[in-house]
């Protein structure tokens, strides 16, 4: 990944580099981006570790009315494409040549 001036990282150390330019920019602690970085370990920790390691289910489940919102079926689980069987790749259709008759 590419910040400002051609800074290159990893993309997993963003959060990390983001805290580091506001320090630097503002010399204030960033308590928020500190707050969302744990914010974010804690609900991971909540949803994928927990129910992997104790084999539980999820603790955090997403409530039904918003479920509703997104039409989101029960279970998860989208219904497949209707028609025929896929093709691997693309088919985007054979366009057109540029300045061809």
Same mark, same amino acid.
């Given at each position: $990944? #590419? =910040? $400002?001036?051609?800074?290159?990282?990893?993309?997993?150390?963003? &959060?990390?580099?983001?805290?580091?330019?506001?320090? =630097? $920019? !503002?010399? !204030?602690?960033?308590?928020?981006?500190?707050?969302?970085?744990? #914010?974010?370990?804690?609900?991971?920790? $909540?949803?994928?570790?927990? &129910?992997? #390691?104790?084999?539980?289910?999820?603790?955090?489940? #997403? &409530?039904?009315?918003?479920?509703?919102?997104?039409?989101?079926?029960?279970?998860?689980?989208?219904?497949? &494409?209707?028609?025929?069987?896929?093709?691997?790749?693309?088919?985007?259709?054979?366009?057109?040549?540029?300045?061809?008759?």
């Amino acid at each position: $990944m #590419t =910040l $400002m001036f051609g800074l290159r990282f990893p993309s997993a150390y963003f &959060p990390w580099v983001l805290m580091g330019m506001r320090l =630097l $920019m !503002s010399g !204030s602690l960033p308590i928020a981006e500190l707050l969302g970085v744990l #914010t974010g370990h804690l609900y991971y920790y $909540m949803q994928d570790v927990i &129910p992997a #390691t104790q084999g539980r289910p999820p603790i955090l489940v #997403t &409530p039904n009315f918003i479920k509703k919102w997104f039409n989101e079926p029960i279970g998860g689980q989208h219904p497949g &494409p209707q028609g025929g069987p896929r093709t691997p790749g693309y088919n985007w259709g054979g366009g057109n040549r540029l300045g061809g008759q």
